[in-house]
């Protein structure tokens, strides 16, 4: 007796191309969206769905057509839950990097190392964004405008205590400081610490809309913080801060 083996096709490079471009496409998704409230509607989102699926098995009309008819809605409901991940999505994938270098930053890691020294040593708040991919001109002209080439006497100068700059954030791209006195959006992360401040609630802000990196000093005990993508990373030395800007030249 002979049994008819079915012959399975060969997958195409295409079809693994397709597999590894999509794989892809849900590991930033993913990335772009840990750790902020994003994560939590997203799971409020597959909780309707088991409901749906659940109302359907169990004969649960009413509830079933309550809940298909919120779901047939599901594009525009993601459009106004997701807008703004959406577009900080949109404006990455669009940045300027895919037209025109990166500014050179190998220059100011040791201007702005030296500088977060300082003033951690007095004790004196700074707020640092620095400018990758994402412009971020809509906060630059919320400010005053320098222009300055980065050095540790403008940025401490900046900051002291009485200049009518400190308030705000410094806003710089390679080696030039843009403005100073800028306004940031603050976190509307709940899972960010009630502990921080305004200083550093705004630093993580920045960051969850743009890719900037933003040096922060405290100014109640000195520390010396670095946000990025939504995170912050704290109680660092001078020659963390060093290392670390100097990865952004690379």
């Known amino acids: 007796m002979h049994y008819y083996m ?3 096709p060969a997958p195409r490079w295409q079809d693994i191309l397709d597999i590894l471009i999509v794989a892809y496409v849900f590991y930033r998704i993913a990335l772009l969206i840990r750790g902020t409230r994003t994560t939590q509607m997203v799971a409020g989102l597959i909780i309707v769905g088991g409901a749906f699926v659940a109302s ?3 004969g649960l009309f009413t509830l079933n057509w309550l ?5 047939s809605s599901l594009v525009v409901i993601l459009v ?3 807008q703004s991940d959406i577009r900080r999505a949109l404006t990455r994938v669009g940045s300027q990097s895919f037209f025109v ?3 050179p930053m190998a220059t100011s890691a040791e201007a702005l190392a030296a500088s977060a020294a ?3 040593a007095r004790r004196i708040g700074a707020l640092i964004v620095i400018e990758q991919d994402v412009g971020l001109n809509e906060y630059v002209e919320s400010g005053r405008t320098i222009n300055g080439r980065v050095s540790p006497e403008l940025v401490e100068t900046i900051f002291m205590r009485g200049s009518p700059l400190h308030d705000g954030a410094v806003i710089i791209k ?3 400081v843009l403005a100073a006195a800028c306004l ?8 960010v610490s009630l502990a921080f401040g305004t200083r550093h609630r705004a630093a993580i802000g920045i960051t969850e809309d743009t890719d900037a990196v933003v040096l922060v000093v405290s100014e109640e005990d000195g520390t010396i913080s670095i946000a990025r993508s939504g995170e912050l990373l704290r109680g660092l030395a001078p020659d963390d801060v060093r290392q670390a800007l100097s990865k952004l030249a690379a």
């Open 6 to 8: 079915p012959m399975i």
């Open 56 to 58: 359907q098995l169990l």
């Open 67 to 71: 809940l298909n008819n919120f779901l």
């Open 80 to 82: 106004v839950i997701f």
């Open 101 to 103: 270098p990166r500014a």
């Open 118 to 120: 300082w003033l951690s």
């Open 174 to 176: 390679g080696d030039i």
């Open 184 to 191: 940031l959006p603050l976190s509307t992360n709940p899972n």
